[in-house]
């Protein structure tokens, strides 16, 4: 199995920057994209962007100019530099990963993590 793991949420005013990180675990026998998601209260849960493991960037319109997504793949770690935060960025932020494990080499992108808060609030 493949476990993430996020970090780094936290109460910034507008504004101000964060950064993410997720970092993978567990029986990893390779990692294609990594991505990062975001729901709102009430909201569905919405692409933030995607980077590939040879570095191929997708973003959100909402997010282009703002956010960065990069990747360590030594450390099977993924980030999420947030600039220019804005009140409509507040939601949960969640890693997901498209990844082979040991136990079966089976390529799944289901693997999401436990979530962390991102609150823009003056």
């Known amino acids: 199995q493949v476990r993430l793991v996020e970090s780094g949420g936290d109460l910034v005013q507008p504004g101000g920057s964060l950064r993410l990180s997720c970092a993978a675990s567990?029986?990893?026998?390779?990692?294609?994209?990594m991505g990062w998601y975001r729901q709102a209260p009430g909201k569905q849960r919405e692409l933030v962007g995607t980077?590939?493991?040879?570095?191929?960037?997708n973003y959100a319109d909402s997010v282009k100019g703002r956010f960065t997504i990069s990747r360590d793949n030594a450390k099977n770690t993924v980030y999420l530099q947030m600039n220019g935060l804005k009140p409509e960025d507040t939601a949960a932020y969640y890693c997901?990963?498209?990844?082979?494990?040991?136990?079966?080499?089976?390529?799944?992108?289901?693997?999401w993590g436990q979530g962390t808060q991102v609150t823009v609030s003056s």
């Open positions: 997901n990963a498209a990844a082979r494990s040991y136990s079966d080499y089976i390529l799944r992108d289901d693997y």
């Open positions: 567990g029986s990893i026998f390779s990692i294609n994209a």
């Open positions: 980077i590939t493991n040879g570095g191929r960037l």
